[in-house]
């Protein structure tokens, strides 16, 4: 394995040593545009006034956050239920705040220019990577997880090996299925151009179309991959994982600095007590 497992403490202590990694794209899946509200209910004290904590929300006492939940383990419906990492973190988060949270299920793309806009979405968590191209968008908290990218093959496809991946998907006869508007996307753009490239909205899409025989590969997220292979297409196989060291963070408008700093401060709050690598623990993320 080309990373080893890190701890949230550990990387805060490393996090800073990593530059964001150029060209590429957001990390996260796409969704069905539907909302729905979870409560965060807080036991800190009532919800929070815009103008008495420094920062401005779409709708008082309710942090918005625009998400992509089909993206498991960070995020995914369970029996109509909004689960995962990032969504559990981010209920945390409102906690700490005093804040509810209402959840809008979105597709990916529309995250960030929806955080941009100041209208739709207080916050945008779901596995996105901290870029230059989003950071023009949007501002970002301090990172919360590092992850990889994944190539992913069937099991009884003996012609594509971690030795010979680069030749064998850098050509005109390979389908790579890709998520839209991912880092998996812009890496397998940069690093197999000759390639055909197929695109999903979602990373479960691409996992299907891998077994359908619709593309030879997919690339993905590290964290994902290993889910969804141990999990759900367990006929599938990870033959290559490559260190890119991506940084996630929760996107937040550029005129709202004070809502950037009180969730800094809370994530922060939320490393130290713990509960940060209890998460990660409980979603088998490393």
Do not use: H, W
């Not at 996307?185 to 690093?191: D, H, L």
């Amino acid at each position: 394995m080309l990373n080893q497992s890190v701890s949230r403490r550990q990387f805060l202590g490393l996090a800073s040593g990593f530059a964001a990694i150029a060209g590429l794209g957001l990390v996260g899946c796409g969704g069905s545009s539907t909302s729905g509200t979870s409560s965060a209910g807080s036991s800190a004290g009532s919800a929070a006034s815009s103008s008495k904590d420094g920062y401005t929300l779409v709708k008082d006492g309710t942090l918005t956050v625009g998400t992509a939940a089909e993206y498991e383990p960070f995020e995914y419906m369970e029996d109509g239920q909004y689960k995962g990492f990032d969504l559990d973190l981010i209920q945390d988060i409102a906690k700490k705040l005093g804040l509810t949270v209402e959840f809008a299920n979105v597709d990916f793309d529309t995250i960030v220019p929806g955080v941009s806009s100041g209208a739709k979405y207080d916050v945008g968590i779901g596995a996105i990577t901290v870029t230059p191209e989003r950071k023009k968008e949007v501002d970002f908290t301090d990172s919360y997880y590092m992850d990889d990218q994944a190539i992913v093959t069937m099991k009884d496809n003996a012609d594509i090996t971690g030795d010979n991946y680069k030749e064998k998907l850098d050509s005109a006869d390979a389908k790579i299925a890709v998520q839209s508007g991912s880092t998996a996307e812009a890496f397998a753009k940069e690093n197999f151009p000759n390639a055909e490239l197929v695109p999903f909205k979602n990373a479960t899409d691409c996992f299907s179309a891998l077994q359908a025989g619709q593309s030879v590969a997919l690339v993905t997220n590290r964290s994902v991959a290993a889910q969804l292979v141990a999990t759900s297409f367990d006929n599938e196989q990870v033959v290559k994982l490559i260190s890119t060291g991506e940084e996630y963070a929760i996107a937040v408008n550029k005129d709202n600095s004070g809502l950037k700093d009180a969730i800094n401060k809370a994530l922060k709050e939320l490393t130290d007590d713990g509960t940060v690598d209890s998460l990660m623990g409980q979603y088998n993320i490393k």
